[in-house]
């Protein structure tokens, strides 16, 4: 099964570092991982999507929150919030291709169908810009592919995901709101010794003040 996480961490070096031996420790495959800055001074957003069993989510999520960089973490639903993906497509277009000289209209209306935006236009080939759901992006290539164009390259940036509402980065329900407020913090869940994730930089606080 698939996870979401979306997680507020400091912007220090080494700490995406520390967030992929994390879920190496944990066993558990990391999908996709996107980061950049965030409305917050001083911090960057991670989107994590890895494939875990679904009760593994709560130890994934504890674990995040057991890093001293970690800000919120947050689990994020197809239906509790907007996930998007950004893909650069290049297909060969030239004369020599299915469609010969019609070869780029057909991409064109393939494009308008699909809502891509046409990024670049060379002599053999065409650029693809596309913003939407994996399943699009995916709808989208096996198009090209099933009507016999060659796809010469493919840039995927990965999942991108923020919760629905007036959440903004205090998303109530990584933080257990109590009565709805963004304000109402509760602790961060508990883990068993056995679940704790040991600092593998000692003294990197220290160092870094």
Known sequence: ????????????????????????????????LTVGESERPDTSRMTIVCEAPDTAAHRIRASL????????????GRS??????????????GPNEPNGIHSRSHI??????????????????????????????????QVLRESGYEIL??????????????HTSRVLKALGTANGSADTMAPPPKLSKDEIIPNEFPGLEEEEE
């Open 1 to 32: 099964m698939l996870h979401t996480f979306v997680a507020l961490v400091q912007d220090k070096p080494g700490v995406l570092t520390r967030v992929a031996s994390l879920f190496r420790r944990l066993n558990i495959n990391i999908v996709s």
């Open 65 to 76: 929150y057991k890093l001293e960089i970690t800000v919120d973490v947050d689990e994020v």
């Open 153 to 166: 390259e493919v840039s995927r940036t990965g999942r991108m995901a923020m919760r629905r509402g007036k």
């Open 80 to 93: 509790e919030g907007v996930i998007r993906e950004l893909c650069l497509i290049k297909v060969a277009a």
């Open 108 to 141: 064109f209306e393939l494009a308008t169908v699909f809502h891509a935006r046409v990024v670049d236009l060379a002599t053999e080939s065409i650029m693809l810009e596309l913003t939407g759901s994996s399943s699009k992006i995916e709808g989208l290539i």
